[in-house]
């Protein structure tokens, strides 16, 4: 939060270029540079995109909102400044009305409230929200601007997290009718197969590398349950695992999981309804499903195992439960941060990128008895995990790892103390076996049984399209002016018939296009009471509704159309071999061109048939061979955003506002490593640790600490402390040293600097400096009067008359000055009388 004390002072100043600034927010930075062009390197091909919220952190004194203004804003986007409550009330900045709605100027609190609403919020859940730091805040020197920031985020990051529980439906839905075809054996067949059994759930956490050996000598005993972006290294580790469990819809999951792919003759997939197509089309195994496999028909799998959240993990132990597995091992299922950053194991990409720097988390209890960071969305999986523990109590859950974050219900085991017996040979056979392929007249059956079903589907939803279109006429026709009441009554019944049909008639379609469409039919609501709702507002709630019904079910339709395209597709591959090139234009526009590979074993004998098309085929694995070996640059970038240094410092100043010891240790330890080879993790190693041991009251070695930091190193923030360790150590010399190199940054430390040098006893060049400020800044009665006090108590009588009388001018009750100024008279009267 904001602190209560603003550092921001009320004096402006003007620059070589007329423009007027805030030296206590924008220090010197438009005096040699004005701030156009300053702007237009840094900000102006950002500020010109498209459809884009653009959330800036300070407006440099008012010159940046100004700026926005007089460049213009891109078609679709808009900005919200969020800024500080002592700025604000500095500054006026006037908005045109033709900026009125895509231009937005607001304090904390209020942008909690301006992101709620509905095209803000939709702009954050499109992941099209940009976040920026002004010249002032991104320069460190307040804090303030480096908390605001760090809420800012945490508002859009909340936002974004709690919308996608509401409004990430429609990925679900797309990948589900992507899977129809894929999706052939529900998990439901593995249900209580392994009752009394061990098993261990193997996620990614950073304590997965101190249990390899143990996994791999208990082999024999145990079930291997996998999440999938760890199974290729278990597998290079010499663990296979028996089963290998993925959930994650978004595209780039193949990108984070493509070395499972290479494990298809080995594992049995178990991947959620909703699972990455990429993934589930291009594995060349068994596999089987959770969850629903059509989002129109849930009575088709009732008895399925579910597919459940918020993490991979949650999934992986829902699965197991359902198996029946009575004692449950947890390994890598950390929860939470290692002591010194890493988010993953070893062999990991986000091990690679390094410790986690920049992500302000939250803080969790470990088996160990420390403190560790984790993100809001393990958070939830704690909860949920827990949740699943309590509903199984007579179960057994283990977590090996004293590192991880204490689950209620799940007790840390060292390994030596863990009891298990061998697994059953058959038991091994039937993971080994189930999930194969069918033979090649079922699979023809069923995949025809599927086309006719989504044939079917995809007409009954034209079909909808066509009511809801009608509909959304009728409801245009109502809202003429010119409209009867006898012609109104007869629309209503029209819509009216039209409703009940889509109820009745299509309920479950009707149901899934409202599901789909959730955001968009929130569109019509209203916090009204019915009974004060004109006709107008009828009309135009009518008009919403049917018109999100209208393109939530083309959409579905268009979905529908392209899963029925597929499955055709599907069908084709059986036959003969010679269809390759029709095959190939649809892996191509799914992006599926690992199929080859399952066609090529469906048809051993390509190679005679196919002569024409052998470059083509090559061609496809070729392409295939390239997303299994792209950069994934995609993912790298949003990875290595949260571990800038530039996030590493909001980070640190986060934490010492908040006084956090436990999360300055952990930043210190994370830098230390990294600052003998780069100059900007030295300097913030040097503030995280000079902190911790000022928090921990070591204020020698605090100071020692800062003075080590290199000259050339040292920024204002780090400045801020060695003063402040010198002052309290009563280090007169060194505070001098630190506040005459500060001012180099503002003139606000003069004032301070000239009360060391007074302490130091050096009268005329204290006195020199207060009147160096005083001449810039006349307009500062509070030194006004610390110089009057000054000039008082060293007998500089005039001086001090003259001081408390300028007070006086701008603030004629000012009691420090009256006061002083009655003594003054008092002492000169009496000296007078003597």
Same mark, same amino acid.
């Given at each position: ?5 603003s550092?921001?002072l ?5 620059n ?6 805030l030296?206590s927010?924008?220090?010197t930075q438009?005096e040699?540079i004005d701030?156009k062009t ?8 950002d500020?010109?995109r498209e459809?884009t ?6 407006m440099?004194?008012?010159?940046l ?8 804003i891109a ?5 919200i400044?969020?800024e500080?409550?002592a ?13 009125k709605?895509?231009l ?10 301006l992101?709620?609403e ?7 859940i ?7 730091r ?28 709690d919308?996608e529980?509401?409004?990430?439906q429609k990925i679900?839905v797309k990948?589900?009718?992507?899977n ?5 054996q ?6 209580d197969?392994f009752?009394?059994?061990?098993c ?16 791999r ?5 145990l079930?291997?349950?996998a999440?999938?972006?760890i199974a290729s290294k278990?597998?290079n ?5 028996d089963i290998i469990v ?5 595209d ?16 049995l997939?178990v991947?959620?309804?909703?699972v ?11 596999s089987l499903?959770?969850?629903n ?10 008895n399925?195992?579910?597919s459940?959240?918020p993490t991979?993990t ?16 947890l390994c890598?299922?950390?929860l939470?941060?290692s ?12 091990a690679?990128?390094g410790?986690?720097l ?5 803080w ?11 993100l809001i969305?393990?958070?939830c999986a ?10 199984f109590?007579e179960r057994?859950f283990?977590n090996l ?7 209620k219900?799940?007790s ?11 697994i059953?040979k058959e038991k091994?056979?039937?993971l ?5 392929t069918?033979s090649?007249q ?5 995949i025809e ?10 007409k009954?939803?034209?079909e ?16 003429k002016?010119?409209?009867t009441p006898q012609q109104?009554s007869?629309l209503?019944?029209?819509i009216?018939?039209?409703? @009940?049909?889509?109820n ?5 379609l009707?149901q899934?296009i409202?599901f789909?469409g959730?955001y968009e039919?929130?569109?019509?609501l209203?916090t009204?009471?019915?009974?004060s709702w ?8 009518t ?11 083309e959409?579905?339709?268009?979905l529908?159309?392209?899963s029925?395209?597929?499955s055709?597709?599907?069908?084709l ?9 029709e095959?190939a ?11 080859v590979?399952?066609?090529k074993?469906?048809?051993p ?8 098309h052998?470059?083509?085929i090559e ?18 970038d ?14 640190i100043m986060v ?10 240790k @952990? ?5 230390q490593?990294?600052?003998a ?8 190693y040097?503030l ?8 921990e ?5 605090a100071l020692?600490?800062?003075?080590d930091l290199?000259?050339?190193l ?27 190199k500060?001012?180099?940054?503002s003139d606000?430390?003069?004032p @301070?600097?000239?009360?060391v040098l007074?302490l ?8 020199n ?19 009057g006090?000054f ?5 500089q009588i005039?001086?001090?008359i ?24 008092t002492?000169?009267?009496?000296e007078?009388?003597?």
């Amino acid at each position: 939060m904001q602190e209560s004390q603003s550092t921001i002072l009320n004096t402006f100043a003007v620059n070589p270029f007329g423009e007027y600034y805030l030296p206590s927010i924008n220090r010197t930075q438009f005096e040699s540079i004005d701030s156009k062009t300053q702007y237009d390197t840094k900000f102006k091909q950002d500020f010109g995109r498209e459809d884009t919220l653009h959330v800036v952190i300070g407006m440099d004194s008012g010159l940046l909102a100004n700026y926005v203004l007089e460049t213009g804003i891109a078609e679709g986007s808009r900005f919200i400044f969020v800024e500080l409550d002592a700025a604000l009330s500095l500054l006026q900045i006037e908005i045109p009305k033709e900026f009125k709605q895509s231009l937005h100027i607001c304090t904390l609190s209020e942008f909690s409230e301006l992101l709620k609403e509905e095209t803000n919020e939709l702009f954050v859940i499109k992941d099209r929200c940009s976040f920026y730091r002004s010249l002032g805040a991104a320069s460190n020197h307040l804090e303030e601007y480096t908390l605001l920031c760090n809420d800012v985020e945490k508002i859009i990051q909340n936002t974004y997290f709690d919308s996608e529980v509401s409004f990430s439906q429609k990925i679900f839905v797309k990948t589900q009718l992507e899977n129809i075809i894929e999706n052939r054996q529900p998990a439901s067949v593995l249900k209580d197969q392994f009752t009394g059994m061990a098993c261990i759930i193997i996620a990614g956490g950073p304590s997965l590398d101190q249990h390899i050996e143990w996994i791999r000598s208990q082999s024999d005993n145990l079930i291997v349950i996998a999440v999938s972006r760890i199974a290729s290294k278990l597998y290079n580790e010499g663990i296979t695992p028996d089963i290998i469990v993925s959930v994650d819809p978004q595209d780039h999951s193949f990108e984070v999981n493509r070395e499972m792919m290479s494990l298809h003759k080995e594992a049995l997939f178990v991947q959620s309804f909703h699972v990455c197509s990429r993934m589930s089309a291009q594995w060349q195994g068994r596999s089987l499903y959770l969850g629903n496999r059509i989002p129109w028909n849930k009575s088709l799998d009732e008895n399925n195992i579910e597919s459940i959240g918020p993490t991979v993990t949650n999934s992986a132990v829902h699965l197991a439960l359902n198996m029946g597995f009575s004692q449950l091992l947890l390994c890598g299922v950390d929860l939470c941060h290692s002591k010194d950053g890493y988010t993953h194991a070893k062999g990991t990409l986000e091990a690679s990128l390094g410790p986690n720097l920049g992500q302000i988390c939250e803080w969790v209890d470990t088996y160990a008895g420390y403190k560790a960071e984790t993100l809001i969305q393990l958070l939830c999986a704690i909860e949920s995990l827990e949740n699943q523990v309590a509903a199984f109590s007579e179960r057994t859950f283990i977590n090996l790892s004293r590192t991880a974050a204490i689950v209620k219900g799940v007790s840390y085991q060292a390994t030596k103390d863990i009891q298990l017996q061998a697994i059953a040979k058959e038991k091994r056979q039937l993971l080994q076996t189930i999930g194969s392929t069918d033979s090649k007249q079922e699979k023809v059956e069923e995949i025809e049984g599927w086309i006719n079903e989504l044939d079917e589907t995809a007409k009954s939803m034209g079909e909808i399209t066509t009511l809801s279109s009608n509909a959304l006429r009728y409801s245009r026709e109502m809202a003429k002016q010119d409209v009867t009441p006898q012609q109104l009554s007869a629309l209503s019944e029209k819509i009216e018939t039209i409703e @009940q049909e889509l109820n009745s008639k299509y309920h479950s379609l009707s149901q899934l296009i409202k599901f789909y469409g959730y955001y968009e039919f929130t569109k019509f609501l209203t916090t009204k009471e019915s009974d004060s709702w004109s006709q107008k507002q009828l009309n135009e709630m009518t008009f919403s509704y049917y018109d999100a019904f209208e393109k939530i079910s083309e959409t579905l339709h268009n979905l529908i159309n392209n899963s029925l395209q597929r499955s055709k597709s599907r069908l084709l591959e059986t036959c003969s071999s010679s269809k390759i090139t029709e095959l190939a234009k649809q892996w191509r526009a799914d992006n599926q061109q690992g199929r080859v590979r399952i066609w090529k074993q469906a048809h051993p004998d390509y190679m005679e048939h196919c002569k024409p098309h052998l470059e083509l085929i090559e061609e496809l694995e070729s392409e295939y061979q390239e997303q299994l070996t792209n950069d994934r640059k995609v993912y790298v970038d949003a990875v290595k955003k949260t571990t800038t240094l530039e996030r590493a410092f909001t980070k640190i100043m986060v934490l010492v506002n908040a006084k956090h010891l436990a999360g300055l240790k @952990q930043m210190a330890t994370c830098l230390q490593p990294v600052a003998a080879h780069e100059d900007e993790a030295n300097r913030l190693y040097h503030l995280a640790y000079g902190h911790q041991l000022y928090l921990e009251e070591q204020y020698e070695e605090a100071l020692t600490c800062m003075l080590d930091l290199p000259d050339e190193l040292v920024t204002e923030p780090e400045l801020k402390l060695t003063l402040r360790l010198s002052l309290k150590l009563m280090k007169l010399e060194q505070a001098s040293k630190a506040l005459k190199k500060a001012t180099s940054y503002s003139d606000e430390y003069l004032p @301070q600097y000239a009360n060391v040098l007074r302490l130091q006893g050096l009268t005329q060049e204290s006195v020199n400096t207060y009147l160096d400020y005083l001449d810039r800044y006349p307009s500062d009665l509070m030194v006004w009067l610390k110089f009057g006090t000054f000039m008082f108590d060293i007998r500089q009588i005039q001086a001090a008359i003259d001081a408390f009388s300028h007070v006086i001018q701008s603030d004629p009750d000012n009691q420090v000055a009256l006061s002083y100024l009655t003594k003054i008279d008092t002492m000169l009267n009496a000296e007078q009388g003597s």
